[in-house]
């Protein structure tokens, strides 16, 4: 069993960077689409960022939030700039064993998820 553990969230004012962490043990995930989602109070979940053999970004962070990820660390990033209030929120990572012709900007691909980290970005 893939287990995720997502670091680096915290505090920050907007127009602030932060970069968040996302390291898999238990599995080699470099085979995996990694994706980033999150959840803001009394809001459902939706998706960021995801990153196979491509990158798939939310429009609302398009140009903002970089994915990336090393594999030899099992490790999967998120650089967060120029951060506006409305991005706070609880940041999930998630693992996608099957690559293909999924939607990927979904949950449903997704087959493991991390616990979450905080990300408040204050104005």
């Known amino acids: 069993q893939v287990q995720l553990v997502e670091t680096g969230g915290g505090l920050v004012q907007a127009g602030d960077s932060l970069r968040l962490s996302c390291t898999a043990s238990?599995?080699?995930?470099?085979?995996?689409?990694m994706g980033w989602f999150r959840q803001a109070p009394g809001k459902e979940r939706e998706f960021v960022a995801a990153i196979n053999w491509n990158t798939y970004y939310a429009d609302s962070v398009k140009g903002r939030f970089i994915i990336s990820r090393d594999s030899a660390k099992n490790t999967v990033y998120l650089l967060m700039n120029s951060l506006k209030p409305e991005d706070t929120a609880v940041y999930y990572c998630a693992a996608a064993y099957e690559t293909g012709p999924y939607d990927y900007t979904g949950a449903g691909p997704y087959d493991n998820w991390g616990q979450g980290t905080q990300v408040t970005i204050s104005s």
């Open positions: 238990g599995h080699t995930f470099s085979s995996y689409t």
